[in-house]
């Protein structure tokens, strides 16, 4: 890093998604509003060039979360062309690496409970913080539907 500058916050990001509604809604669920629905857009070349690709088509929405200018952006995308290939499809699913939800200790128990009222599938309560951590967190482990990378 230069000591000119410095990263402060992450603004974008892009989650792939195998089945493009259901990831919507989680994301929905979660807080996440909808800034631009791009499912239907045919997407120009340039935006194969902006992921380094020599084609690139896919059903997309712009979400955000977040009150600040800067909110942060996450870019849902179900890949058409080419079609997104799963590197986990053959692993048996308690074998997959989880997505996870982390919260401050204050706000870990309410939305793990709306959450898991509304269907969303958690791998155990939350844990509490560790006493000889100073800096941990309670957390806890969703799994996030159809979503199976980020970058």
């Given amino acids: 890093m230069s000591s000119d500058w410095e990263v402060r916050a992450i603004f974008h990001f892009t989650v792939n998604a195998s089945d493009f509604e259901r990831s919507l809604a989680f994301y929905q669920l979660l807080g996440f509003k909808l800034l631009r629905d791009n499912r239907d857009v045919v997407w120009p070349p340039f935006v194969a060039a ?26 849902l995308i179900e890949w058409l062309d080419p079609k997104l290939v799963d590197p986990q499809a053959h692993v048996p699913q308690t074998s997959e690496c989880p997505a996870s939800l982390r919260c401050v200790p204050e706000m870990c128990a309410p939305p793990y409970l709306d959450l898991r009222a509304k269907g969303v599938v958690f791998h155990g309560a939350p844990n509490p913080p560790d006493p000889q951590k100073p800096e941990s967190r309670r957390w806890c482990a969703a799994e996030i539907p159809t979503g199976t990378s980020s970058s």
Wanted: no cysteine.
């Fill in 50 to 75: 902006n992921f380094g690709m020599k084609r690139a088509q896919g059903r997309g929405a712009l979400l955000a979360i977040g009150p600040e200018e800067h909110h942060t952006r996450l870019d």
